[in-house]
């Protein structure tokens, strides 16, 4: 078995899981908290926690071990342009990533809370929704410009100027 061609498969896999499943859950999430609809918002935040969990969180890991494997497989140097600048990007995205879990944990919380006992969703449970589609734009495209980077292998100055 060729131990580069089953890193980059997991590699390939865990990048779909880590993208796909960010754009899914957040899709759901922003249309189902514009829906006006209480129990779904509340069941929906539940599941964007869990996928996160179950889904994410693993990919998260994945991705660097595999690159930075395959890398080495490859004789390609860590400071290697493209890969430098996939780095930084790749750490651009876990930085704001790490606050949307925070967010999206308070916001389950709350819409739990507020479907079981009636009423409406406070205000910080909107401001919430605000920064958490905030840092999910951001963090979205740089994991797009992570893959155009993986792709093209552009020859470019590295981020911190080595």
């Not at 693993?58 to 004789?75: E, R, W």
């Not at 308070?106 to 009423?119: L, N, Y």
Request: hydrophobic residues 55%; aromatic residues 14%; glycine residues 8%.
């Amino acid at each position: 078995m060729n131990t580069f061609l089953l890193l980059k498969t997991l590699h390939i896999v865990s990048s779909v899981l880590l993208v796909g499943t960010g754009l899914g859950t957040a899709f759901f999430m922003f249309f189902t908290n514009r829906s006006g609809n209480l129990a779904a918002q509340a069941v929906v935040s539940r599941l964007v926690v869990r996928a996160d969990l179950w889904f994410t969180t693993p990919a998260v890991i994945v991705q660097p071990v595999t690159g930075i494997a395959m890398a080495h497989l490859a004789g390609w140097p860590l400071n290697t342009p493209w890969i430098g600048w996939s780095l930084a990007l790749y750490a651009l995205t876990g930085a704001l990533w790490l606050p949307v879990v925070w967010l999206q944990l308070q916001m389950a919380r709350m819409a739990a809370h507020t479907a079981g006992s009636g009423g409406e969703l406070p205000e910080r449970y909107w401001r919430f929704a605000r920064w958490w589609e905030s840092l999910g734009y951001p963090a979205f495209v740089a994991m797009l410009a992570v893959f155009a980077l993986m792709v093209m292998k552009p020859d470019l100055p590295v981020p911190w100027g080595g």
